[in-house]
């Protein structure tokens, strides 16, 4: 998710994805930086740290005012973001629930039927998408990826490709529609504004295709 170089820790990594999805600031307070390090203790992927940022973000920009920060602070995803902790935590060792004699599916097999269940549901709210979503099925999502960054090249692959079946009036209207406007959009480096314009692009797809969680 993020445009560091590979060799960025995992607390620059947070940082430079909460503050372009914020649209806004250039550091983090001192009470976010103490909550960010309490995350990196864990040991988590950035990925997983960063699903909740944006999920929590994407509640938060429909509420927002124009030219007014998406998430005021870190501390703002903490409800959504050590949920999605925990649930790697209970399950990056394949220790779901399940039946006897049945292993539990990974974090990685379950965010995967997941986004595959979202599809099938936008295939029988969206008629002009079934074929679309079945080519999706068949090809991008015919295998589980193993790794959390390779979910989220898989998701975000997913929401373009359905960004592009749209018409392109509606196109246009759902990039125009992620805009990011303002000075604080000025001073983002050009790394976070494609981050931040990113962010907003899908939460834009998301909402249109009702999707509440992938």
Do not use: N
Not at 5 to 25: C, H, K, N
Not at 63 to 91: F, H, M, N, T, W
Request: proline share 5%.
């Amino acid at each position: 998710m993020s445009l560091l170089p590979e060799s960025a820790s995992f607390e620059e990594l947070v940082q430079d994805y909460f503050l372009a999805v914020r649209g806004a600031g250039l550091m983090l307070s001192a009470l976010d930086t103490e909550l960010l390090t309490s995350w990196a203790r864990l040991g988590v992927p950035f990925q997983v740290v960063a699903r909740g940022i944006t999920r929590s973000a994407e509640k938060a920009l429909w509420d927002a005012r124009p030219g007014e920060p998406v998430l005021r602070s870190l501390r703002a995803c903490r409800r959504q973001v050590e949920a999605e902790i925990k649930k790697y935590l209970a399950r990056s060792a394949g220790g779901g629930e399940a039946g006897p004699g049945r292993p539990g599916l990974t974090w990685e097999e379950t965010r995967h039927a997941r986004l595959r269940a979202v599809l099938e549901r936008i295939a029988e709210q969206w008629p002009s998408l079934a074929s679309r979503v079945e080519q999706l099925q068949g090809q991008l999502l015919s295998t589980v990826p193993q790794e959390p960054a390779q979910l989220d090249v898989q998701e975000l692959r997913v929401f373009f490709a359905l960004l592009r079946a749209q018409p392109f009036a509606q196109r246009i209207h759902l990039w125009r529609a992620a805009r990011l406007d303002g000075a604080d959009a000025q001073a983002m480096s050009p790394r976070s504004r494609r981050l931040s314009r990113r962010f907003r692009v899908l939460a834009q797809v998301r909402r249109y295709l009702g999707v509440v969680e992938a």
